[in-house]
């Protein structure tokens, strides 16, 4: 019997302490973690291709946390230096790029 396992899981993949930003909450500068995620698809744990990702501030000081979407008017000038690039990480296409390559390098050398 085969299990075929499918999915999708989130992971995070940057995190980053500056020091000039400002905790939304306790209001302390240089607490803060700036954390990136994402989600992929995946068909026995190889990843095909990310279709959501975000960006999470989270303060050791007063552990609290918040996604980019909720971040005040005011913070929001300080926060837009590190919001999500676009920029992913090329794993996390590897079964896609597989998928494809595989079938074409066969049907080359055949």
């Known amino acids: 019997m085969f299990i075929f ?3 999708s ?19 302390h500068k240089g607490q803060t973690f700036v954390d990136k995620y994402l989600k992929y ?3 026995l744990y190889i990843p095909f291709f990310t279709y959501k990702y975000w960006t999470k501030y989270e303060c050791v000081r007063c ?3 918040v996604d980019e979407k909720d ?4 913070n929001q000038q300080i926060y837009e230096k590190f ?5 992913l990480p ?3 296409f ?5 998928a494809i390559l595989i079938p074409l390098i066969y049907h080359i050398l055949k």
């Open 90 to 92: 090329i794993w996390t």
């Open 63 to 65: 552990n609290s946390s």
């Open 9 to 27: 899981i989130p992971i995070k993949y940057d995190s980053k302490r500056p020091q000039d930003i400002i905790c939304h909450n306790c209001e």
């Open 71 to 74: 971040i005040s008017k005011e």
């Open 41 to 43: 698809f995946h068909i």
């Open 83 to 87: 919001k999500t690039k676009k920029i």
């Open 94 to 98: 590897s079964g896609f790029l597989a």
């Open 5 to 7: 396992n499918f999915g």
